[in-house]
Each structure stands twice: as structure tokens, then as C-alpha cells.
């Protein structure tokens, strides 16, 4: 749950996308709930009731409950398709960020390895910089490990 509050400020910024997808949801279902009502209607009415005027009502009703059904479907997937597509790109470039202040703070970077590691719920990045100084021509091994995301809320 932690991480979901901690990713949570990666989606703010697409709240009005999401407060659409959420009305696509509504929608949906609502349409959905009515689609037994619509049988129920074509039971009781033109079966029981013996009206059969009210079938082309009926079957327009069904047509139109899964054409809407399905656009508001698709609205749906494209939004939180959407909001996913950004919400990835702004985490990606915050940590393209971070990174790149980590490598700032060491001149004459030459190479980078960037190792994750995950255990179980717990992911660590870990920068390798190979280090060369021009003068020497020698080389060592630095080592930065990043924060644990989870350790700060």
C-alpha cells in the first residue's frame, strides 16, 4: 500500500483523465444493469403482455446499450492507457533525473552500469561507475548505492 501512496503523486497530474475514466466505468456499468431490465421488459411486455408493438422499441434499446456500452469501453481503455503511458514517462524521466545528478557528482566518468536489484517488494538501484584518470591510466570501481525508495515516504 505504501507504494501505491508513494506513486500516487506520479498520477495527480492526471486526475482529470482519471475522473473521466471513472465516469466511463459508471457508464459502462450502468448500461450494463440495463441490459436484463431491456429481456425483462421483452418478456413481460411482447410475451405476456402480448404487445407486440413495443419490439422494435426493445430491440432498438439492446442496439443501443451495446453501442454504448462499447464506446464508453473504449473511452475507458484509452484514458487509463493514457494515464498509465504518463504516469510511466514522468517516473522514467524522474529517475533518468536522479540519475543523472548521481553521475555529476563524479568527474571523469567514463563508464556507467546501473544494476536493480528486487527482493521480493523491495527494489535497489545501484550505479557502478568505472572511473578513469588520463594522467595514471588507472582505473577503480566506485559504487553508489541509491536510496531504497521505500525507506522515504
Known sequence: ????????????????????????????TLLDMALPWIFRQSVDVVFVGRKAGALPYLAI????????????????????????????YDLRNHV??????????????AILFIQVTANGDDIDLSLHRKVQ??????SELLSAQTTNPRSHP
Open 96 to 109: 533518468y533525473e536522479f540519475l543523472l545528478d548521481e553521475i555529476a557528482g563524479i568527474q571523469g566518468a
Open 133 to 138: 584518470y588520463p594522467p595514471q591510466g588507472t
Open 1 to 28: 500500500m505504501k507504494v501505491l501512496v508513494r506513486l500516487s503523486r506520479y498520477l495527480r497530474a492526471y486526475s482529470l483523465p482519471a475522473l473521466a475514466a471513472l465516469l466511463c466505468v459508471l457508464g459502462s
Open 61 to 88: 434499446g439492446l442496439v443501443t446499450i451495446g453501442v454504448g456500452s462499447g464506446i464508453l469501453t473504449f473511452g475507458r481503455r484509452y484514458l487509463t492507457a493514457f494515464i498509465a503511458q504518463g504516469a510511466v
